[in-house]
């Protein structure tokens, strides 16, 4: 063997060691508590490792912490314990690419703990941002009522993981009024297709495009059918808004094009900039739609979510009752799994651009995504 690649593998090899090392980073601060019993917080410091090791269950961690923040009242105890929440995970890579977080809504049961989100591997895509992150939420916790670590994560643009764990009964309980609003939402948006029905019916004889002007998933997804299915993406939205274009496109049957000045107009042009773009576009291996279902699995039958259609996008995913979660995951995967080509990558980010900005996080929110990539 040269020495060029002893030298090589030996770099290589102090790399990997030195990230098997971050398992030691909160353990002085723990073990130099004097708070709770004699011994008790060295007994704690000496658990760290082992829930930081790649093998360790993720949810792990955040019960240890809860205990060391059970210690005392100190900001010396709070520090540490904050301390082993945003520790980064080993993981070894090269069986894995990605990290592990756990996805159990009920830990840490800290409140002081809760909405600071971990340190990850700089070698993991995204790493950056997700690290940033970590070091803002020890100093301001993100909002993280009724959701894991790693939705916590998600709803802050990071998804470059897998899920472990499952959230637990209350933790869902406590998201049952999110969903209640979302299919509240949902019933607004029937009540709005039945109107936009009617108008559509009315400009049939003229032009479906300026059915679609009302419609933003209707462009994408083409055809005067799809323009209903996605009038009621505007739940977002004032209904008296909707309500109103819908007459103005009633007085309009003269001029097809006279519809383009409504502020949907842009959503619009959009969708058909990406269903012309879908030709250049190639998703690789992956579909990457989304769907909204209720009475998953683990949540109650009333309860409506959104998750990737495609097995490969939804590997070690969680299901979500927020829908940007889900369009995170998917814009990732292109990336990580799925080995799409950049014009698909650009599609699925200005999509996802649009949903965030819609504000709308009802069931539509999967049609008009979909139709957003042309499907």
Avoid: H, W
């Amino acid at each position: 063997m040269s020495y060029s690649k002893i030298l090589l593998i030996s770099a290589v090899l102090a790399t990997v060691e030195a990230r098997f090392g971050q398992e030691q980073v909160p353990v002085q601060a723990v073990s130099s508590l004097q708070a709770g019993n004699p011994g008790e917080a060295a007994t704690l410091a000496g658990g760290i490792p082992g829930v930081l090791l790649a093998a360790a269950d993720p949810c792990d961690k955040l019960t240890l912490a809860d205990k060391i923040a059970a210690l005392g009242t100190g900001a010396d105890v709070l520090d540490a314990a904050k301390g082993v929440v945003a520790a980064e995970q080993n993981f070894n890579p090269f069986v894995v690419s990605v990290p592990a977080i756990c996805g159990d809504a009920s830990l840490p049961a800290t409140e002081a703990l809760r909405g600071i989100v971990p340190l990850v591997d700089p070698a993991v895509t995204g790493s950056d941002a997700e690290n940033a992150n970590s070091a803002t939420s020890l100093q301001n916790p993100f909002d993280a009522t009724g959701l894991s670590v790693a939705e916590v994560m998600q709803a802050q643009g990071f998804s470059n993981f897998t899920i472990k764990g499952q959230a637990a009964g209350g933790a869902a309980a406590g998201g049952n009024a999110n969903a209640g609003n979302n299919n509240g939402n949902a019933n607004t948006g029937n009540a709005n297709n039945n109107q936009n029905t009617g108008n559509n019916d009315n400009n049939n004889a003229d032009n479906a495009n300026a059915n679609t002007g009302n419609a933003n998933a209707g462009s994408s997804c083409g055809g005067a059918a799809s323009g209903n299915a996605g009038a009621s993406n505007n739940t977002g939205n004032a209904n008296t808004g909707n309500a109103n274009n819908n007459n103005n496109q009633n007085q309009n049957n003269g001029n097809n094009n006279a519809n383009n000045g409504n502020a949907n107009t842009g959503n619009a042009g959009n969708a058909n900039n990406g269903g012309a773009a879908t030709g250049a576009a190639d998703f690789g291996k992956c579909t990457p739609t989304i769907d909204f279902q209720t009475g998953r699995a683990g949540r109650k039958a009333d309860e409506g979510t959104f998750l990737p259609t495609d097995a490969l996008v939804a590997q070690g995913q969680q299901d979500a009752l927020n829908p940007n979660i889900i369009i995170n995951r998917v814009c990732d995967q292109l990336t990580n799994v799925c080995e799409a080509n950049d014009a698909a990558k650009t599609q699925c980010l200005d999509a996802k651009a649009q949903i965030l900005a819609s504000g709308d996080k009802s069931a539509d929110v999967a049609t008009t995504f979909n139709g957003l990539l042309g499907f």
